[in-house]
């Protein structure tokens, strides 16, 4: 058992039922989280985001006929932002949709990106069978919105080559980040060398003279 990570689950739960005045939404959480969205909190998220800041479960939306469609997980930073995660099970359900739960579902998923949600639509099996390649992707996820989450102990030039590979779903090079930041390839190594000091960034190619570099998960 995670020790730390169940704390945190349980300070986050308490707080959200204390502030949630939908009824509705209140108890969908009282009930508890399904199996796989907990499984992407434990094994995904939490891991490398730290905290659950800004996500909120079972987060209630109206569509179009008057009724009440709920997300998996809603991420909120502020400023108008919405980010919505949905964990995807294949199993007997999946397999058997009939015509018409498919065609809305693909409505539910248009009238919501009309809304300007971003949706991350994670696979169960991904999250069991590849949690690493997951926790990249939720990191990608966030750094299109979270342009200025970054430590005030970096300069500029580190933030915005932490925010770049927040971006990217890959290991880039120095030649990529240098023409990112319209400077040079040894200005660009120079930069690396510190985050991978630092422990932000990690060597995922190269030994005697590194190529490529990803964030550290």
Not at 79 to 101: F, M, Q, S, W
């Amino acid at each position: 058992m995670n020790i730390e990570f169940e704390q945190a689950y349980e300070e986050w739960i308490h707080s959200l039922l204390k502030k949630e005045t939908n009824l509705r939404v209140r108890s969908r959480i009282e009930n508890g989280l399904e199996h796989a969205s907990l499984e992407f909190l434990r094994s995904v998220w939490f891991p490398v985001v730290r905290n659950f800041n800004h996500l909120h479960p079972e987060w209630e939306v109206q569509d179009f006929h008057n009724g009440y469609r709920y997300l998996d997980l809603a991420y909120l930073p502020g400023n108008g932002v919405k980010g919505g995660i949905e964990i995807k099970g294949y199993g007997p359900h999946a397999r058997d949709l009939d015509v018409l739960r498919f065609k809305d579902l693909c409505w539910r998923h248009c009238l919501l990106t009309l809304d300007d949600w971003t949706f991350l639509p994670i696979a169960y099996l991904s999250i069991k069978e590849e949690p690493k390649r997951c926790q990249q992707l939720v990191l990608s996820f966030m750094g299109k919105f979270v342009a200025t989450d970054t430590p005030s102990s970096f300069n500029w030039l580190e933030a915005e080559c932490i925010r770049y590979a927040r971006r990217l779903l890959r290991p880039f090079t120095p030649s990529e980040l240098a023409t990112h930041l319209r400077i040079t390839d040894q200005h660009a190594r120079r930069i690396l060398h510190n985050l991978v000091i630092q422990q932000v960034l990690h060597v995922t190619s190269g030994k005697q003279r590194y190529r490529t570099y990803a964030l550290r998960t």
